[in-house]
């Protein structure tokens, strides 16, 4: 029987690449959970796509052993944790298995915008925070301006706060010993009936779905009836264990541990997370685990190039959904792009994320549309709908009231940047709503906006104009009354629904021409002229033509009057007309793969 007071659980929360992954590496070979012989960068990031591009995408649970400098043997669960702010419901659901976290800040680049939203999660959580400066081995680290903007930002005092070098192994240890005396123990209730939090799965071919849960009360052994809660639906528990980082089986798990159990469910839908579990015959009554739940924000339609892929990518989704519940789906149907699914993500890289994730894992050659974000809509009829799907917007006539989604957009950047990005958030409609200093040279700006203005370059033109030092993060605010229109694309004056446009009138006619021109470099000439026009309502804001293929109907005609040729010019000009008329424009699928796809 463990004792609960030598528990520790923790995660490791920090803005995107100031080190937690390395973090955690250290930790587990200090602690003996990975010999270092077998040492492998970021051993928590076991997804090939995390080792690609250097980032956490998907929460992690491991158990290690650590014996302090008093001699006490302490039990320690680790939940790794990503930065970036797409994936900032994998911190949330983190935050809700744990009772301390450590907060690392980056040296060189001091604290930035996730470290901020991170460090509130934390602290409306009633988490233990534990201070860490990491990468202190730099040459441009600067630990003491770092703690400075620590005090200021979060009120930490500087002599609380630990430096480390997580890539040397530098000062480690001592965070390891702040995590056993300062972190809480878990609260122990071995008497009451079971409450698991299910803060995370995945899915096993030959096991099936693989729980990852946090026991808050009762105990779970193998054999147990479990109800869960959120689908009403009972399973008995076939296997139990732990991770060590690699998965280990034990007899039971207590309340205060971390681990997980396999019930034989073969049906990815049977399973929401997250979810409270609980004995089948012994109910809980306190069904509630704080969770700050994130909804979709960017939303895109996602069809197979080939029609017979449909029930593989629906395998896809659900199984994916399975341990992403930010990641939701409708089935969806375009016409020319066949059967697919209309699916919401936190941002673009969470959709770039997903989108790969089909790619490799399920072998799929994908059509992504391009994104859009969800309008609340007051029709003439006073009803309130919401549109994320641009061919589904109401005509003008029909509508009262378009309202679009706000966010509060925190910036922070060095001070000699302050007017590029004021500039910026004024080109995409922001306006600026506070900015505070953090120590001497950088400031936090905070500017209202729309998130449609910020979904695919913003973050990108940020780092370009600050050099790589300025970041990034948002918080969804509500809706606000907008004068966004619908811009359909005509093809000689027959509408495409797929192409339609959701912009603002402001941005209409620039965006529209933008839009047509990219669209005309894939659309090949036909034997009659192409226009190609973008209209709201009756009117025409832009239009671009793609002259018809030319045959020389005069080839044979040798000398003579002119009339004859004339006449057969005559005759090809009213054909091309009739053409024009009646004949359809053939749109290949590299014009949606260049023009929809991301």
């Given at each position: 029987?463990?004792?609960?007071?030598?528990?520790?659980?923790?995660?490791?929360?920090?803005?995107?690449?100031?080190?937690?992954?390395?973090?955690?590496?250290?930790?587990?070979?200090?602690?003996?959970?990975?010999?270092?012989?077998?040492?492998?960068?970021?051993?928590?990031?076991?997804?090939?796509?995390?080792?690609?591009?250097?980032?956490?995408?998907?929460?992690?649970?491991?158990?290690?052993?650590?014996?302090?400098?008093?001699?006490?043997?302490?039990?320690?669960?680790?939940?790794?944790?990503?930065?970036?702010?797409?994936?900032?419901?994998?911190?949330?659901?983190?935050?809700?298995?744990?009772?301390?976290?450590?907060?690392?800040?980056?040296?060189?680049?001091?604290?930035?915008?996730?470290?901020?939203?991170?460090?509130?999660?934390?602290?409306?959580?009633?988490?233990?925070?534990?201070?860490?400066?990491?990468?202190?081995?730099?040459?441009?680290?600067?630990?003491?301006?770092?703690?400075?903007?620590?005090?200021?930002?979060?009120?930490?005092?500087?002599?609380?706060?630990?430096?480390?070098?997580?890539?040397?192994?530098?000062?480690?240890?001592?965070?390891?010993?702040?995590?056993?005396?300062?972190?809480?123990?878990?609260?122990?209730?071995?008497?009451?009936?079971?409450?698991?939090?299910?803060?995370?799965?995945?899915?096993?071919?030959?096991?099936?779905?693989?729980?990852?849960?946090?026991?808050?009360?009762?105990?779970?052994?193998?054999?147990?009836?479990?109800?869960?809660?959120?689908?009403?639906?009972?399973?008995?528990?076939?296997?139990?264990?732990?991770?060590?980082?690699?998965?280990?089986?034990?007899?039971?798990?207590?309340?205060?541990?971390?681990?997980?159990?396999?019930?034989?469910?073969?049906?990815?839908?049977?399973?929401?997370?997250?979810?409270?579990?609980?004995?089948?015959?012994?109910?809980?009554?306190?069904?509630?685990?704080?969770?700050?739940?994130?909804?979709?924000?960017?939303?895109?339609?996602?069809?197979?190039?080939?029609?017979?892929?449909?029930?593989?990518?629906?395998?896809?989704?659900?199984?994916?959904?399975?341990?992403?519940?930010?990641?939701?789906?409708?089935?969806?149907?375009?016409?020319?792009?066949?059967?697919?699914?209309?699916?919401?993500?936190?941002?673009?890289?969470?959709?770039?994320?997903?989108?790969?994730?089909?790619?490799?894992?399920?072998?799929?050659?994908?059509?992504?549309?391009?994104?859009?974000?969800?309008?609340?809509?007051?029709?003439?009829?006073?009803?309130?709908?919401?549109?994320?799907?641009?061919?589904?917007?109401?005509?003008?006539?029909?509508?009262?009231?378009?309202?679009?989604?706000?966010?509060?957009?925190?910036?922070?950047?060095?001070?000699?940047?302050?007017?590029?990005?004021?500039?910026?958030?004024?080109?995409?409609?922001?306006?600026?709503?506070?900015?505070?200093?953090?120590?001497?040279?950088?400031?936090?700006?905070?500017?209202?906006?729309?998130?449609?203005?910020?979904?695919?370059d913003f973050y990108d033109k940020i780092k370009s104009v600050t050099k790589g030092y300025g970041s990034l993060d948002y918080n969804f605010i509500g809706y606000k009354k907008s004068d966004i229109i619908k811009v359909d694309i005509l093809f000689n004056r027959k509408p495409s629904g797929i192409f339609t446009l959701l912009v603002h009138r402001d941005k209409a006619q620039v965006r529209s021409r933008e839009f047509i021109q990219r669209l005309r470099q894939f659309i090949p000439r036909h034997m009659f002229e192409i226009n190609i026009q973008a209209a709201v309502g009756s009117k025409i804001i832009a239009s671009e033509k793609i002259a018809a293929l030319k045959k020389d109907v005069t080839s044979k005609c040798y000398?003579?009057?002119?009339?004859?040729?004339?006449?057969?010019?005559?005759?090809?000009?009213?054909?091309?007309?009739?053409?024009?008329?009646?004949?359809?424009?053939?749109?290949?699928?590299?014009?949606?793969?260049?023009?929809?796809?991301?």
């Amino acid at each position: 029987m463990l004792d609960s007071s030598l528990i520790r659980n923790f995660c490791i929360i920090a803005h995107i690449d100031h080190g937690k992954s390395t973090l955690a590496d250290r930790i587990l070979e200090i602690t003996g959970a990975l010999p270092k012989t077998q040492a492998l960068g970021q051993v928590l990031d076991d997804m090939d796509l995390e080792r690609e591009r250097g980032i956490t995408i998907k929460a992690k649970a491991v158990r290690m052993e650590f014996s302090s400098r008093s001699g006490s043997k302490y039990l320690f669960n680790l939940i790794d944790t990503p930065g970036h702010v797409d994936f900032a419901y994998e911190v949330a659901k983190s935050l809700s298995a744990c009772e301390g976290a450590v907060l690392l800040v980056d040296a060189v680049q001091g604290v930035e915008a996730q470290t901020v939203a991170n460090f509130y999660l934390a602290k409306e959580a009633g988490l233990k925070i534990i201070p860490v400066i990491n990468k202190i081995d730099l040459p441009g680290a600067d630990p003491d301006r770092v703690k400075k903007q620590m005090q200021e930002v979060f009120g930490i005092v500087p002599e609380e706060v630990i430096c480390v070098s997580a890539k040397e192994g530098t000062g480690v240890e001592e965070v390891l010993e702040r995590i056993a005396k300062d972190v809480p123990s878990p609260k122990v209730c071995l008497g009451e009936p079971l409450r698991g939090f299910l803060f995370d799965s995945s899915f096993d071919v030959y096991k099936g779905v693989i729980l990852y849960l946090r026991v808050f009360e009762g105990e779970v052994w193998r054999g147990l009836n479990i109800k869960i809660i959120d689908k009403g639906k009972v399973y008995k528990v076939e296997e139990i264990g732990v991770f060590k980082p690699k998965p280990e089986p034990v007899d039971k798990l207590a309340s205060g541990e971390v681990g997980f159990i396999s019930c034989n469910i073969k049906d990815a839908q049977e399973v929401a997370v997250p979810d409270v579990i609980t004995e089948a015959k012994r109910p809980t009554q306190k069904q509630t685990v704080y969770y700050k739940k994130i909804p979709p924000m960017v939303f895109c339609g996602i069809f197979p190039v080939s029609a017979s892929d449909y029930p593989l990518l629906k395998d896809a989704v659900e199984k994916l959904r399975l341990s992403d519940p930010s990641f939701i789906y409708e089935p969806d149907n375009l016409g020319v792009l066949g059967y697919g699914f209309r699916c919401g993500f936190l941002g673009l890289l969470h959709m770039d994320i997903i989108r790969q994730r089909m790619e490799r894992e399920y072998g799929l050659d994908l059509i992504l549309t391009a994104p859009n974000v969800k309008y609340e809509i007051l029709t003439k009829r006073g009803r309130i709908i919401y549109i994320d799907t641009p061919y589904k917007f109401p005509d003008a006539q029909d509508i009262t009231e378009v309202r679009e989604p706000f966010v509060l957009a925190t910036v922070i950047t060095p001070l000699e940047f302050m007017e590029p990005i004021y500039d910026l958030a004024k080109s995409k409609r922001g306006i600026n709503k506070s900015a505070d200093y953090l120590g001497e040279d950088r400031l936090s700006i905070k500017f209202e906006m729309p998130l449609a203005e910020i979904l695919v370059d913003f973050y990108d033109k940020i780092k370009s104009v600050t050099k790589g030092y300025g970041s990034l993060d948002y918080n969804f605010i509500g809706y606000k009354k907008s004068d966004i229109i619908k811009v359909d694309i005509l093809f000689n004056r027959k509408p495409s629904g797929i192409f339609t446009l959701l912009v603002h009138r402001d941005k209409a006619q620039v965006r529209s021409r933008e839009f047509i021109q990219r669209l005309r470099q894939f659309i090949p000439r036909h034997m009659f002229e192409i226009n190609i026009q973008a209209a709201v309502g009756s009117k025409i804001i832009a239009s671009e033509k793609i002259a018809a293929l030319k045959k020389d109907v005069t080839s044979k005609c040798y000398g003579g009057d002119i009339t004859r040729k004339r006449k057969l010019w005559e005759k090809q000009k009213r054909g091309k007309k009739k053409m024009k008329q009646f004949g359809n424009v053939q749109i290949p699928q590299q014009a949606f793969l260049g023009v929809l796809k991301i």
